[in-house]
């Protein structure tokens, strides 16, 4: 299990997770290929941050949506490896302490 501590700070169901660790950003985005479905972990770079600061909600929907458009199972900037179990982990507290 990893050290790594993360929440959930907004989500669109069967879409996306926005989660936050430490100083940290991170979007869980639910794609799909043809017949298999995956998800990438993004750790959002700055700008990224700041545009969803600005933008809230939407901007995040927007930017979920741009991964998921050029999304592949071997995405450059999925970091799933190193935190997908503690992405999993928090998601299902989550589920379990607000209902969903």
Do not use: K
């Not at 050290?3 to 169901?13: C, K």
């Not at 995040?60 to 949506?65: G, K």
């Amino acid at each position: 299990m990893s050290a790594t501590h993360f929440q959930v700070l907004d989500h669109v169901a069967h879409a996306w997770f926005l989660l936050q660790s430490g100083a940290d950003r991170f979007l869980d985005v639910n794609c799909n290929a043809s017949a298999f479905g995956y998800s990438l972990l993004i750790r959002l770079d700055a700008d990224e941050c700041a545009q969803i600061q600005r933008g809230g909600h939407a901007a995040c929907d927007a930017l979920a949506t741009r991964i998921r458009d050029t999304a592949s199972p071997r995405h450059p900037r999925d970091v799933s490896r190193d935190h997908g179990e503690a992405v999993s982990d928090a998601i299902a507290r989550w589920r379990e302490e607000n209902g969903n």
